[in-house]
């Protein structure tokens, strides 16, 4: 158990709707990542916050976006979904902004119908 | 941006062999390296990381090289055993799209298979 808990473990909803991913990270940790893995796209970094601020953007579609709130937990928002977007979503959080270890969440399991 | 690749896709060994996997990145300002393990379904793990300051790293069975003039690490993990089968990440971190940042970019897995 890697501390990084996630919710919910698994997701089935239909194109064109909206879901929200949910993250928090260790104790100590400050900052938050997402990642997208899929079967034809490998792990992908999506987006890292730190301290309630972005920090690094990858390329994240508009149709998603992300936010850290005070008490340090993340969330994902995913909307106008696509089948495309059915992935695992992996959460990591880390103590500092650079290149500390990251450390992955169990991950949300999302289906678009 | 970075890129990582990775070498090779599958892997299948003895058990008790010795098993490679080669990772290179584009990126000369990427400074730290980790390899994460993963079983299906389920998390990466963390299993050992190097930063551009070291060479080599071990850690029991597991070590990890780095060659920044080459700009390729790999990881090495000698007496394999039945429960090393997954898939192996490499990683490089670098700065992301807006700078100032940690992202990970990841080679693209090796699936390891350690036959009895």
């Known amino acids: 158990d890697s501390g990084v808990t996630q919710t919910p473990k698994h997701l089935i909803t239909a194109t064109g709707q909206r879901v929200t991913l949910r993250c928090s990270p260790r104790?100590?940790?400050?900052?938050v990542y997402w990642y997208q893995q899929s079967l034809d796209q490998g792990l992908q970094f999506l987006i890292q916050y730190y301290n309630g601020e972005e920090r690094a953007k990858g390329n994240i579609l508009e149709r998603f976006s992300a936010q850290q709130f005070p008490d340090l937990h993340s969330e994902l928002n995913l909307s106008s979904l696509e089948l495309g977007d059915s992935a695992l979503y992996f959460c990591?959080?880390?103590?500092?902004?650079?290149?500390?270890?990251?450390?992955f969440g169990p991950g949300t399991r999302l289906t678009v119908l | 941006g970075e890129n990582v690749e990775q070498h090779p896709s599958t892997l299948s060994v003895q058990e008790g062999d010795s098993a490679v996997i080669k990772c290179t990145y584009s990126d000369s300002a990427s400074n730290y390296f980790p390899w994460y393990k993963q079983e299906l379904g389920k998390r990466p793990q963390l299993i050992i990381d190097i930063r551009s300051n070291v060479g080599e790293k071990k850690d029991q069975r597991i070590a990890v090289t780095l060659n920044k003039t080459a700009k390729h690490f790999s990881l090495h993990i000698t007496e394999t055993q039945p429960e090393d089968s997954a898939v192996y990440f490499c990683?490089?971190?670098?700065?992301?799209?807006?700078?100032?940042?940690?992202?990970?970019?990841f080679g693209t897995g090796t699936q390891l298979k350690v036959e009895l």
């Open positions: 990591a959080s880390s103590v500092g902004v650079l290149t500390d270890t990251q450390y």
């Open positions: 990683a490089a971190s670098g700065r992301g799209l807006t700078g100032g940042g940690n992202k990970l970019t």
């Open positions: 104790s100590g940790d400050l900052s």
